[in-house]
């Protein structure tokens, strides 16, 4: 079996956590230059998941703006665009998101329950992939390695990123902190209470601190312990 893809998981927050507020509007927490930023891992990466509770509220795209990057990754031998990635385990995705009318291949993981409906709602559209009678998030890195996704970039939402880093799945974070405070307790965070790896007690390695604009980039390694 191919080696599962490396896991980089990709959020801005607000200083006190949040990654979006309650209002309509999707609060924007990054700059121009951290789009620009996040625009060139997703050109750097194989394959872009994102949740499906994330794909219902914000309708996002998830595509490699930059027309010169799009065309590195074909001249390297790669599709112009990663494969993108959704999961939902009850099925109710509509076939109007943008995410499906955009870009190459798309894949959702799903489970047995979910799997018949979605494979007739997204018909032309976007393989299913059924993990069993629940979504299994290592079942899913591994059928992503059988189709040639060497590092997956996940970019949310909040249950997601908990998955991944309470089952230990996750290599890396970049974790872009905007100058902002969101102060409602209603609003969606980074991650939800878990039982993570280690507990609270275990530090995890800082790879790189920097500015971007009047964001900070943290880069963390979670599976590595720090000094």
């Not at 309650?22 to 998941?49: H, Y």
């Not at 559209?125 to 059988?146: E, M, Q, R, Y």
């Not at 991944?164 to 405070?181: K, R, V, Y």
């Amino acid at each position: 079996m191919a080696d599962r893809p490396f896991v980089l998981l990709s959020v801005a927050t607000s200083v006190d956590g949040h990654i979006d507020d309650t209002s309509p509007q999707r609060l924007l927490l990054s700059n121009a230059e951290d789009f620009d930023r996040v625009d060139q891992v997703r050109a750097e990466s194989d394959a872009i998941l994102i949740g499906g509770n994330t794909l219902r509220s914000d309708n996002p795209r998830l595509l490699v703006n930059s027309e010169k990057r799009r065309a590195d990754r074909v001249a390297a031998g790669k599709p112009e665009y990663p494969l993108k990635v959704t999961i939902s385990a009850s099925g109710n995705l509509d076939r109007d998101l943008k995410f499906w009318h955009f870009g190459d291949k798309k894949v959702v993981y799903t489970t047995d329950t979910a799997a018949p409906k979605l494979r007739e709602t997204l018909d032309g559209l976007a393989d299913v992939v059924s993990t069993g009678p629940t979504v299994d998030f290592g079942a899913l890195l591994d059928d992503l390695a059988t189709r040639g996704a060497e590092r997956l970039m996940v970019e949310g939402g909040g249950q997601i990123h908990t998955q991944f880093l309470s089952q230990g799945l996750a290599d890396e974070i970049h974790l872009a902190i905007a100058p902002l405070l969101v102060g409602d307790s209603a609003a969606p965070r980074f991650i939800h209470p878990a039982d993570y790896p280690g507990g609270s007690t275990r530090r995890m390695k800082l790879i790189d601190a920097r500015t971007v604009g009047d964001v900070v980039l943290l880069r963390y390694a979670p599976k590595e312990s720090g000094a």
